[in-house]
């Protein structure tokens, strides 16, 4: 699972039956750099499936491939990436080594 913010919108004028109800959202995935500075870097975009209705800027839970499409089951959707939650606030911390133990 990644983390990602929302950037965009797909506009869809025909759609698989079972897709009704949803929308496609364009998200820039967070690197752990990105998620220490609260800002997105450089990267591609993703094209998720969401039903949880994300609006623009939030910050949501990724899942992607086989995993995207196992809380359909079995009601098969044709989906690789899914918007598993809406995050309201994610905290980060660089890791450190603890002093006394072997890396």
């Known amino acids: 699972m990644r983390i990602g913010e929302v ?3 797909v506009t869809l004028n025909r759609w ?16 752990l750099e990105d998620l220490l500075a609260g800002r997105p870097g450089p990267c591609e975009e993703v094209v998720v499936y969401d039903e949880l209705a994300a609006g623009l800027g939030n910050w949501i839970a990724i899942s992607e491939g086989r995993e995207a499409a196992q ?17 309201d606030r994610v905290d980060v911390e660089p ?9």
């Open 7 to 9: 950037v965009g919108m």
């Open 16 to 31: 698989h039956p079972s897709l009704q109800g949803a929308a496609f959202k364009i998200v820039v995935p967070l690197s």
């Open 71 to 87: 809380p359909f089951h079995p009601d098969v959707k044709p989906i690789d990436a899914y918007n598993a939650a809406i995050l």
């Open 95 to 103: 890791l450190v080594p603890i002093e006394g133990t072997y890396s």
